[in-house]
């Protein structure tokens, strides 16, 4: 038996595992059993393109990258008005090139790759919990009678590193407005909030979205 063939099967399941299980810890719509699958089916059709010659299974290896865009599209999830599962798609996409570089025995090219996902994953994280760029937060506010915006955007500055008005709503019959924002900030702050939107009295409701 090549051992040579084994140690790479064990170092796409090692690293692939501890991407994998950052990955259902956090609650993503595809967990580590499917990026696992993924990277270890590429390792095992690239391993055996080198043992057949590359130049006799360039087809196969293009299949695996091809095929593997599929799976990924199956992880994007679209609502009313946005589609989620990017990072999630890319990500099965990458570890099957990773486990098919192992597979090939181009240790340097696949671990490059995977150092750079991580520092992608911890940035994304970082973006996460301060509810930036593509993570802002929709809040909405019912106000009880026509409060003036100076009241609200007072509020909103104490916990917001920033935010927008995006939508106004006004409801003459029962004096509501429903006021609707776009915000950044650390998620403690973003709760602390919501309790002080809670605790005035022309507050009707507030909703983050």
Not at 54 to 68: D, E
Not at 74 to 81: E, F, K, N, V, Y
Not at 147 to 174: A, D, M, P, Q, W
């Amino acid at each position: 038996m090549d051992i040579t063939i084994i140690e790479r099967f064990l170092v796409v399941f090692v690293l692939t595992f501890i991407y994998g299980l950052e990955r259902q810890r956090s609650h993503k719509p595809i967990g580590f059993g499917t990026f696992i699958l993924v990277a270890l089916g590429a390792c095992g059709l690239a391993i055996t393109a080198d043992q057949l010659g590359i130049a006799n299974s360039i087809g196969l290896l293009g299949a695996i990258v091809t095929g593997i865009g599929f799976l990924g599209a199956g992880a994007l999830i679209r609502t009313s008005d946005k589609i989620f599962g990017f990072t999630t798609a890319a990500s099965i996409w990458l570890f099957s090139i990773f486990g098919m570089l192992i597979g090939l025995n181009m240790y340097y090219i696949g671990l490059i790759i995977y150092l750079l996902v991580w520092i992608v994953v911890f940035t994304d994280r970082y973006l996460e919990k301060r509810f930036i760029g593509s993570y802002r937060k929709e809040i909405s506010i019912n106000t009880r009678g026509f409060v003036e915006k100076t009241r609200i955007t007072e509020v909103l500055s104490k916990y917001c590193t920033s935010f927008k008005l995006i939508n106004v709503g006004i409801n003459r019959k029962n004096r509501e407005v429903k006021l609707k924002y776009l915000i950044e900030g650390l998620k403690k702050d973003i709760e602390s909030l919501l309790k002080e939107f809670y605790g005035k009295k022309w507050c009707n409701s507030v909703e983050l979205g």
